[in-house]
């Protein structure tokens, strides 16, 4: 494109923001384009479009809310401009030749052409609607096309937003027997019409040769160092396709704890969270977003107190894990402490295992004040062979909102109530939440 269409481009682009919205409103960037393209003779469409999405969002106040939607509607053309050059032909034209050179590309799965016949992807891609690329901000754009259409092994997208809604319909109706396309229909209406949305990797991997669709995920990790290994392994992996784990520490030994009858060999578990921390930050789902992971922790395991200091944003870094999530377990029993003011105790999990020939954290209070969880509780309290630290319940729950006011955790999960509440105890104890 010579200067000249360019110019002319920048005119034709400013006229259509002017009918959209009235040319009153968009004086502002009609003058700071003006002056623009006077400082810059030797501009490019994309540097204007830049440089006007700028302007556009630096009139954002209170008052005038709708300069979010005229830097989505400059940033729109500049979408439409790329992918015209990358497709050779306008945007939102033949969908089916653009589902299959995506799925030759290895851009979008087989599945697509699999399951959907060429006469089938027409149609569906008669149910686009591009004028709804109009409902978006331009926050709410720039997220969608950043971390959620699919991209090219250049980082480049190749995918427009009513596209990513349709295969994403696509994907979720893929196996439906009965009027599959008015399905298909239906859940593109209801999404681009921002109506709804659906789970994150399901927005970021549907349609896509990787990835899977579910949002969350728990695992308990077990108290031997092959079972801590391989917890992360599987972390990392569902952290890879798109997944947040919940995960439940409470069985690990504490620091000092004995290993093998070695007394004070355990360095707890502590550094098993740092190494968690290292995976959510370096398995980052191909760029698009960090991982996120969730640990819990009893509030009577021993390490609870270098636990709740974890996300703090002062102290010795070595004892700091900033970029994953913490959650305390909590049983009626402690909160019932904090509210009289008594003392908690806290134990090594191990030791209690070995010792009582139970594990405390394998059982809850069956009814409100009393249950199998405080029966043990206070058996290991009074046990001579259990050693255990004695701290104010209520210094611990300071401990606690102090955190939460600085780093918005830990979460709390009141798990002797979720257990009663649970519809499915014959598969066991529900011992913590999960990210969500």
Same mark, same amino acid.
């Given at each position: 494109?010579?200067?000249?269409?360019?110019?002319?481009?920048?005119?034709?682009?400013?006229?259509?923001?002017?009918?959209?919205?009235?040319?009153?409103?968009?004086?502002?960037?009609?003058?700071?384009?003006?002056?623009?393209?006077? $400082?810059?003779?030797?501009?490019?469409?994309?540097?204007?479009?830049?440089?006007? =999405?700028?302007?556009?969002?630096? %009139? =954002?106040? !209170?008052?005038?809310?709708?300069?979010?939607?005229?830097?989505?509607?400059?940033?729109?053309?500049?979408?439409?401009? !790329?992918?015209?050059?990358?497709?050779?032909? +306008?945007?939102?034209?033949?969908?089916?030749?653009?589902?299959?050179?995506?799925?030759?590309?290895?851009?979008?799965?087989?599945?697509?052409?699999?399951?959907?016949?060429?006469?089938?992807?027409?149609?569906?891609?008669?149910?686009?609607?591009?004028?709804?690329?109009?409902?978006?901000?331009? =926050?709410?754009?720039?997220?969608?096309?950043?971390?959620? +259409?699919?991209?090219?092994?250049?980082?480049?997208?190749?995918?427009?937003?009513?596209?990513?809604?349709?295969?994403?319909?696509?994907?979720?109706?893929?196996?439906?027997?009965?009027?599959?396309?008015?399905?298909?229909?239906?859940?593109?209406? +209801?999404?681009?019409?921002?109506?709804?949305?659906?789970?994150?990797?399901?927005?970021?991997?549907?349609?896509?040769?990787?990835?899977?669709?579910?949002?969350?995920?728990?695992?308990?990790?077990?108290?031997?160092?092959?079972?801590?290994?391989?917890?992360?392994?599987?972390?990392? %992996?569902?952290?890879?396709?798109?997944?947040?784990?919940?995960?439940?520490?409470?069985?690990?030994?504490?620091?000092?704890?004995?290993?093998?009858?070695?007394?004070?060999?355990?360095?707890?578990?502590?550094?098993?969270?740092?190494?968690?921390?290292?995976?959510?930050?370096?398995?980052?789902?191909?760029?698009?977003?960090?991982?996120?992971?969730?640990?819990?922790?009893?509030?009577?395991? $021993?390490?609870?107190?270098?636990?709740?200091?974890? $996300?703090?944003? %002062?102290?010795?870094?070595?004892?700091?894990?900033?970029?994953?999530?913490?959650?305390?377990?909590?049983?009626?029993?402690?909160?019932?402490?904090?509210?009289?003011?008594?003392?908690?105790?806290?134990?090594?999990?191990?030791?209690?295992?070995?010792?009582?020939?139970?594990?405390?954290?394998?059982?809850?209070?069956?009814?409100?004040?009393?249950?199998?969880?405080?029966?043990?509780?206070?058996?290991?309290?009074?046990?001579?062979?259990?050693?255990?630290?004695?701290?104010?319940?209520?210094?611990?729950?300071?401990?606690?909102?102090?955190?939460?006011?600085?780093?918005?955790?830990?979460?709390?999960?009141?798990?002797?109530?979720?257990?009663?509440?649970?519809?499915?105890?014959?598969?066991?104890?529900?011992?913590?939440?999960?990210?969500?």
């Amino acid at each position: 494109m010579t200067l000249t269409q360019e110019t002319n481009e920048t005119a034709r682009i400013l006229q259509e923001l002017q009918e959209e919205f009235g040319t009153d409103k968009i004086t502002p960037l009609t003058e700071a384009s003006e002056k623009w393209l006077i $400082k810059h003779p030797d501009n490019s469409l994309s540097e204007w479009t830049s440089a006007m =999405i700028l302007e556009a969002l630096s %009139n =954002i106040d !209170e008052a005038a809310g709708y300069w979010t939607f005229v830097a989505a509607r400059l940033y729109l053309g500049q979408l439409y401009a !790329e992918q015209r050059e990358i497709r050779g032909r +306008a945007p939102y034209t033949d969908f089916a030749g653009h589902v299959a050179s995506l799925v030759g590309q290895g851009l979008y799965t087989e599945d697509l052409t699999n399951h959907y016949t060429p006469d089938e992807l027409t149609a569906i891609g008669a149910l686009i609607k591009p004028e709804r690329d109009k409902l978006f901000t331009y =926050i709410g754009l720039k997220t969608l096309m950043d971390r959620y +259409a699919a991209v090219n092994y250049t980082k480049v997208a190749v995918e427009l937003p009513q596209e990513r809604w349709l295969v994403i319909a696509m994907t979720l109706m893929q196996q439906e027997t009965e009027d599959r396309i008015g399905k298909i229909a239906e859940a593109y209406w +209801a999404m681009s019409n921002l109506y709804m949305t659906v789970a994150t990797p399901t927005l970021s991997n549907a349609g896509k040769p990787h990835g899977q669709l579910s949002s969350c995920f728990i695992d308990t990790v077990d108290d031997s160092l092959t079972g801590i290994y391989n917890s992360n392994t599987d972390i990392a %992996n569902l952290s890879k396709y798109g997944g947040g784990i919940g995960v439940y520490m409470g069985k690990v030994r504490s620091r000092g704890s004995s290993i093998r009858g070695f007394k004070g060999a355990s360095s707890g578990v502590l550094p098993w969270i740092k190494q968690l921390n290292n995976t959510a930050v370096s398995v980052d789902q191909l760029g698009q977003r960090q991982g996120a992971v969730a640990v819990y922790l009893d509030v009577w395991h $021993k390490d609870i107190s270098t636990f709740l200091d974890l $996300k703090l944003n %002062n102290g010795d870094e070595r004892l700091r894990a900033h970029d994953i999530f913490t959650g305390v377990c909590l049983p009626d029993i402690f909160m019932e402490a904090v509210d009289a003011r008594g003392d908690w105790h806290l134990f090594d999990p191990h030791e209690v295992r070995t010792v009582m020939g139970y594990s405390l954290e394998d059982s809850y209070d069956e009814t409100k004040g009393s249950g199998t969880f405080r029966e043990r509780y206070e058996a290991c309290v009074s046990h001579p062979e259990i050693t255990k630290e004695t701290v104010p319940a209520i210094e611990i729950m300071k401990r606690i909102m102090r955190s939460q006011l600085e780093t918005g955790t830990p979460y709390m999960f009141y798990r002797d109530e979720v257990n009663r509440a649970n519809p499915n105890k014959h598969e066991g104890i529900v011992y913590s939440s999960n990210l969500c």
